[in-house]
């Protein structure tokens, strides 16, 4: 993926399998969030290919992508502000799920119990605090059905405990059988959640593999971890 | 989401448009009638571009175009092709609707300003366009700035009252769908963030089209009427700017993106217009845009906005 003569994203080929959560990690401006957004569609990738379950998405409309069960959320939060968390919820389930609006209206109640956000439900979704609005975002995505759920940097910004609930979050998301790719800057939750990972530095992918083979590598551990070697150890 | 409050103002929604049924026979006044019949036909108007530029936050600043259009596919289907009234009413809607479909598949691409800019020069084109054709092409077809004379109606205000308030009727029922289904959640999450709205599935191209083209249809129908109404057409008439400026301040003095605005904006506007017109001639229009000033530095949401904003309300 270019922006004009940046390459952002280049020679990247990845794969997610089904029930898994791939952790995706890299220093700042690596291309994690350019990457994602190619894959749902965004950005139309100025070469290479994209297939969900075989089919070539590549140069979809996002809306497509969203309804073939490929929902990601953003890192700069992207809340509809004048609706109610419960309408921005809503939103998801009526046009990514296409559902009907009783079956939606359901569908976004069970959603909201399930991220833990009832006692926002009837508040503008401009005036919740950040921990809330970053629940706001995974519930959208989520109330579209995606079976995919691509999530970055859903945890920025959170402290140790609200990063704890929401690690039970997408545990009980992960066990209702959905695949995820977790972007992520905090080391803890990134090794903690993820069956493999892959690290991407200045558009390129320079490992793949288990968590502790990905901590061990040493190209890893010069373009990404270095400074960030003794805080590794301690966790 | 308070469902009570929505369905209580769909019943006197309801309610009042039935009794309005009725007031041709009560109202003994033609100055009275003109002047309700007014003031509905401004309500649908303003109503045709909260439908569009209300919900979804794209500034159209053309939609006078569509209302044009519907008065010479009126005009000509009537005179040049002898088709009655109300069949020709019908073409002018649909007609109206087809450009605008044609029209917004490039246009709704811009965003912002630029929207706004294509909007506007596209209704310029089009007063353009029928001025000079018959000219250019030595034709008889638009009749440029002679204009079009329809055939005398012979009706009375009342014809035309009812011609109105079911169209206006229809208008504000869209409205009260918007505010409820599914395709006016996709119109408000455009508004609000379109690349979110986009990747949370909602087909943002297919949803804009949709009202920008249900828009143009009613203003076809209402640009048809008109032309009926006051059976003399020329193009810097139709397709007069002054027309779209109303339409915009009427729904943003009354809230844009409501299902109140258009209907409280227009009212007021109409009416003091009018009583301030007949008393100050010379000055009428200086006075209302002082007022418009004053109510929009007072209430930068419009009239039903800030009651929204201040009283919490969901839908009115
Ligand atoms: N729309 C854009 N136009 C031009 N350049 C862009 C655009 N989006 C991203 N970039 C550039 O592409 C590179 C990759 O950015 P990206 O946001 O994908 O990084 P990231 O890995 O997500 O970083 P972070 O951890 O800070 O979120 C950066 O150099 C960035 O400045
Ligand atoms: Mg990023």
Known sequence: ?????????????????????????????????????????????????????????????????????????????????AMTVFENVLVGALHGGRMRMRLATEKTEKV????????????????????ARRRLELA???????????????????????????????????????????????MRVVMGISDRIIVLNYGSKIAEGFPEEVVNDESVIKAYLGDKLTSLKVA | MNFKIDRIILIMFLGITAALAFLPNFVESEYLLRLITVVIFWIGIAGCWNMMSGYTGYIDFGPVVYFGIGSYVVAIAMTKYGIPFFPSLFISGVISGSVAFLVGIPTLRLKGAYFAIATFAFAEAMKQITLEFDRTFSVSFFQGSDGITLPISGHDNSFFFYCVLPVTFLV?????????????????????????????????????????????????????????????????????????????????????????????????????????????????????????????????????????????????
């Open chain 1, 1 to 81: 993926m270019k922006f004009g003569a940046l390459a952002a994203v280049q020679m990247v080929s990845f794969s997610l399998n089904p029930g898994e959560i791939l952790g995706m990690i890299g220093p700042n401006g690596a291309g994690k969030t350019t990457l994602l957004n190619c894959v749902i569609g965004i950005h139309k990738p100025t070469s290479g290919r994209i297939f969900l379950n075989q089919i070539d998405i590549t140069g979809m409309k996002p809306h497509k992508i969203c309804r073939m069960g490929l929902a990601k959320t953003s890192q700069i939060m992207e809340p509809f502000m």
């Open chain 1, 112 to 131: 909201i119990e399930l991220v833990g956000l009832k006692q926002y439900a009837y508040k503008l979704s401009g005036s919740i605090p950040v921990p």
């Open chain 1, 140 to 186: 959208r995505a989520l109330a579209s059905g995606a079976n995919i759920l691509l999530l970055d940097e859903n945890m920025a910004g959170l402290n140790p405990h609200e990063i704890d609930e929401a690690l039970e979050i997408l545990k009980k998301i992960r066990n209702s059988g959905k695949s995820l790719i977790v972007i992520e800057h905090i």
């Open chain 2, 172 to 316: 504000m029922l869209a409205h009260y769908f918007i505010e409820h289904s599914k395709f006016g959640y996709g119109l408000k999450a455009i508004k609000e963030a379109e690349t979110a709205a986009e990747i949370s599935g909602v087909n943002t191209t297919a949803n804009k089209l949709g009202a920008y083209v249900s828009s143009a249809f009613f203003l076809g129908l209402f640009g048809a009427i008109e032309a009926y109404w006051i059976t003399y057409i020329t193009p810097s008439d139709v397709f007069n700017i002054q027309k779209t400026v109303q339409m915009v301040i009427m729904t943003l003095l009354g809230g844009m993106g409501t299902f109140l605005g258009p209907v409280i904006g227009a009212t007021f506007l109409t009416l003091i217009s009018e009583s301030l017109g007949a008393r100050f001639v010379e000055y009428y229009l200086i006075m209302i845009g002082g007022i418009i000033i004053v109510a929009i530095l007072i209430m930068p949401n419009g009239i039903i906005g800030s009651l929204k904003i201040r009283k919490k309300l969901r839908f009115i």
